[in-house]
């Protein structure tokens, strides 16, 4: 079974503090992706990345970067955690060159930022 | 860019009633679309998709999807709601790698 896995459900961290979302796909998927969630506003993409070491932002890359440093692993950082990125947070994959294949998504890590 | 509008935000059906969740799209060329569902604290988990092999497309739970060129739509719906159908749905599109959400519809059932 395919997979995709977020290293947290749940976390709560202090406003000012760096925090580290990480993601793990088994399926050998060249593209990954970190979107954000909120109420009434549907998926929104932080940052993508096609490849190892590859990065391009999405709809709302500010006060977030992303690393990638081997294929399977695609990581979200929050380099001083503010109330405003208290959300839902959605990591996913899908492979290149086919365009009808779906994306495939983790649990979601509900992060609160006190 | 690709997009998709979903009519209405908030859904309430009658258990046992048809559902009709309504996603428009907006694309140059054929679209490849999908719809995904949410429960709650969960992530999205696909429904259905469509792949150009036929307009009528069939889903898991009972749920389906008929595209329609002329009118932009896929719209998805199902003959019959249960209440395990309380969840958020999703409609999607892809191009290029690049996938682009609705802003969700979250459908209650009512006993």
């Known amino acids: 079974d395919v997979k995709v896995t977020q290293s947290s459900r749940y976390l709560v961290k202090r406003t000012g503090e760096k925090v580290f979302l990480e993601c793990v796909q088994d399926?050998?998927?060249?593209?990954m992706f970190w979107y954000r969630q909120d109420p009434g506003l549907g998926l929104r993409l932080i940052y993508f990345?096609?490849?190892?070491?590859?990065?391009e932002k999405g709809d709302i890359p500010e006060g977030y970067s992303v690393s990638r440093e081997k294929k399977e692993r695609f990581s979200l950082i929050l380099e001083s955690a503010s109330t405003n990125q208290t959300s839902m947070y959605l990591c996913?994959?899908?492979?290149?060159?086919?365009?009808?294949?779906?994306?495939?998504f983790g649990q979601g890590t509900r992060l609160t930022v006190v | 860019a690709q997009s998709v509008t979903q009519l209405g935000s908030h859904v309430s059906v009658s258990e046992g009633a048809l559902v009709l969740l309504r996603c428009n799209y907006s694309s140059s060329v054929p679209p490849y679309l999908f719809w995904y569902v949410q429960y709650p604290n969960q992530g999205l988990q696909l429904l259905l998709k469509y792949t150009s092999a036929a307009t009528l497309v069939k889903g898991i739970n009972g749920f389906e999807a008929e595209f329609k060129k002329s009118e932009t739509s896929f719209h998805l719906t199902k003959p019959s709601a249960h209440m395990s159908d309380a969840a958020e749905y999703f409609c999607a599109v892809s191009d290029r790698n690049q996938f682009y959400f609705g802003t969700g519809t979250s459908l209650t059932v009512i006993p």
């Open positions: 990345s096609y490849d190892v070491k590859m990065k």
């Open positions: 399926m050998d998927h060249e593209n």
């Open positions: 996913a994959s899908s492979p290149q060159g086919a365009p009808n294949t779906e994306a495939f």
